[in-house]
């Protein structure tokens, strides 16, 4: 016991600041999301947002019953964690699936609330989007559900990133890795996602530390290494070196693992880590082999890190997978199979749903991946964005760049600006031999990071579904761990007079405050490149600005203004009924052409607002630029109140 107590003294000893960190995260996370006022959830926080319905509902869902019809566009892990704290502590009602019901002729409050009932041809449509489901359920307590879903997500969320700094502390150094960690913490955009029951935060994280750990696990005997024996197994073969190749190729494949098991975007990763990998093993490894055996070396590494990862995903889908029917699956699969997938692919998978778990859990997974090719081909959803409305055609190759400068804190976005000037300038004044050992001093880290970085964007920018910043997170957080790495290489350098490293120090503190200072509203901030977070809606809407998450607060406004009724046009998944009252709220659209009575108030989400403004086919009398000069207020930052003169 003293030993122990020893060892947990100097580990918080040499790594609080990191844990300060983390923890200082899980707080703004958790209370930017939740509010204070725990007596009064339904206005306190963030009301429930456009993803998280399907998400909580169906996360719920596979833990209860082991099936997964519902949400299968997404892989499960985010949405089983989320499930955990509601079940444990809550044990909320969800209607039993039932075959009995062929038809729905019944409402569905009826079949949920009161029967307590699920038709199980709702279940294989994947009736995801019906909130009175489970969460507003009327035997269920929705916000309380909500509060639990989002705090499992922030404590599994912010463990990860505890993990991340440990993989880059290993990898490089203390240094880099605590500010890698800073720059990752304290970003607005940061804190949303691993805020909300999505997947996109989770995954990112989950995708920077499969690059760490596979660095690590391919990176050879040289400087950047020093006595680490897990990279000695090449050369002095012994039970230590072997153990730790063994823990090195598990830990590789359970972090890329649990990254496919985030999103099907992190496939991506299977190439990124590949190209990276096999660059490194040519013209960087240094280990006095040659360089066909290096190559031969990674391959082998690489190899079973791809089966032992694939392996494990299979594994958690069958747990998903082992009460779904073989109806059911082939139903799904016949009806989303993507075009883009070879024909005698949708044959196999017919016949694996025929078989037992495995089988049923390799095409549970090809209809998730489908849906999502379908997703990106069709992308037919309306984008706002700078001053246009696109529809299928995307809002183009400028969209991920000019909201990754504008969404992360410009302090951020100064000091990546500043890393690049200092590894292009060291160098571009090299002479060609210095050259070659300054990108050998890089490391295995370095060039993983870039590639994957440089896949994950490629395909981003080049992608028509433009719909939130948040799906290029993880070359966001690429960036962030890069920067970090070449402020750490050059701390001592001078720029414009200033040492690296006190720039790099003002930096985390700018962002830091400019984090505490946009508290609680993070999904709808802007930095001052952008215009600042009152006018973030101006460059773009959707997940960027508006995601229904300020309906609470619409709500409390109302109550405290003693509104008898007012006139909503929102982009919202919330039930007006459970928070502003059945009979206080009425949905409007001005392009109808008639406007309430004089008086009345109308509350307009920014998405909304955007999406009709900049519609060519409308004219303006049916546009809300008529009531620019009525604006009397908002609900957080994405609800416009309006009051017709």
Not at 55 to 66: A, D, E, N, P, V
Not at 508 to 527: C, E, M, Q, R
Not at 583 to 594: A, M, S
Request: charged share 15%; net charge positive.
């Amino acid at each position: 016991m003293r030993k122990f107590s020893q060892f947990a003294g100097r580990y918080l000893k040499e790594n609080y600041p990191a844990i300060f960190i983390c923890l200082l995260f899980a707080g703004l996370a958790f209370f930017s999301a939740s509010g204070f006022d725990f007596s009064n959830l339904k206005q306190s926080g963030n009301s429930i947002t456009s993803d998280e319905l399907p998400h909580i509902q169906s996360g719920y869902y596979y833990l209860k019953t082991g099936r997964f019809f519902l949400n299968p566009e997404h892989p499960p892990l985010a949405k089983d964690i989320s499930a955990v704290l509601p079940l444990l502590i809550l044990n909320p009602v969800f209607p039993e699936v039932s075959a009995d019901y062929s038809e729905t002729t019944e409402p569905a409050e009826k079949l949920f609330s009161k029967d307590l009932v699920f038709p199980r041809i709702l279940e294989v449509e994947n009736y995801q989007w019906d909130n009175r489901l489970f969460i507003f359920n009327e035997n269920n307590n929705p916000d309380l559900i909500l509060l639990f879903s989002r705090l499992s997500v922030i404590i599994a969320n912010t463990f990860f990133l505890y993990l991340l700094y440990s993989v880059l502390k290993k990898l490089w150094s203390k240094r880099t890795a605590s500010l890698g960690l800073a720059l990752i913490a304290f970003s607005p955009l940061s804190l949303i996602h691993a805020s909300l029951v999505t997947n996109d935060f989770m995954a990112a994280v989950l995708s920077m530390l499969a690059v760490g750990s596979f660095a690590l696990l391919i990176r050879t005997k040289n400087s950047e290494q020093k006595n680490d024996p897990a990279g000695q197994f090449a050369t002095r073969f012994n039970l230590a070196a072997r153990l730790n190749l063994v823990a090195g190729l598990f830990l590789a494949s359970a972090f890329l693992s649990l990254a496919l098991l985030s999103k099907f975007s992190a496939l991506i990763l299977i190439p990124g880590l590949f190209a990276g990998g096999l660059f490194y093993a040519v013209f960087l490894a240094r280990n006095g082999k040659k360089v066909w055996v290096n190559i031969l070396i990674f391959l082998a590494k690489y190899a079973a890190v791809m089966i032992l990862a694939l392996s494990f995903t299979l594994l958690s889908y069958s747990f998903h997978a082992k009460n779904a029917d073989s109806y059911g699956i082939k139903r799904q699969l016949g009806f989303n199979y993507s075009k883009r997938l070879p024909d005698s692919g949708k044959h196999i998978m017919m016949k694996m749903a025929e078989g037992g778990r495995f089988g049923k859990a390799a095409a549970s997974y090809a209809i998730g991946l489908s849906m999502v090719l379908n997703r990106i081909d069709g992308a037919g959803q309306a984008t706002y964005f700078l001053g246009e409305v696109h529809g299928s055609e995307g809002a183009g190759i400028l969209y991920f760049p000019i909201l990754t400068v504008t969404k992360i804190p410009a302090a951020t976005v100064i000091l990546t600006l500043l890393a690049i000037i200092l590894i292009l300038r060291s160098l571009l004044t090299s002479s060609s031999k210095n050259l070659l050992v300054k990108i050998r001093k890089l490391g295995a880290g370095s060039v993983l990071f870039v590639s994957f970085a440089l896949f994950y964007a490629q395909n981003a920018v080049s992608s028509e579904l433009n719909i939130g910043v948040r799906h290029f997170m993880p070359a966001i957080l690429a960036a962030a761990i890069l920067t970090a790495r070449v402020v750490d290489l050059y701390w001592g350098r001078t720029v414009l007079r200033l040492k690296t490293g006190y720039v790099s120090g003002g930096a985390v503190f700018l962002a830091a405050l400019a984090t505490i200072l946009s508290f609680p509203h993070y999904l709808s901030y802007y930095n001052i490149l952008g215009g600042g977070t009152n006018n973030g809606y101006k460059i773009a809407t959707d997940s960027n600005y508006d995601w229904g998450q300020d309906i609470k607060r619409l709500a409390k406004w109302v109550d405290e203004n003693d509104v008898d009724k007012i006139y909503t046009h929102l982009f919202t998944v919330n039930p007006l009924d459970h928070y502003i009252g059945k009979e206080r709220y009425e949905w409007f659209n001005i392009k109808d052409g008639k406007l309430p009575p004089p008086g009345s108030y109308i509350a307009v989400s920014a998405m909304e607002y955007q999406n009709n403004v900049y519609d060519e086919n409308l004219p303006e009398n049916k546009k809300y630029t008529m009531l620019r000069d009525n604006l009397i207020g908002r609900a957080g930052k994405s609800i416009f109140i309006f009051q017709i003169p």
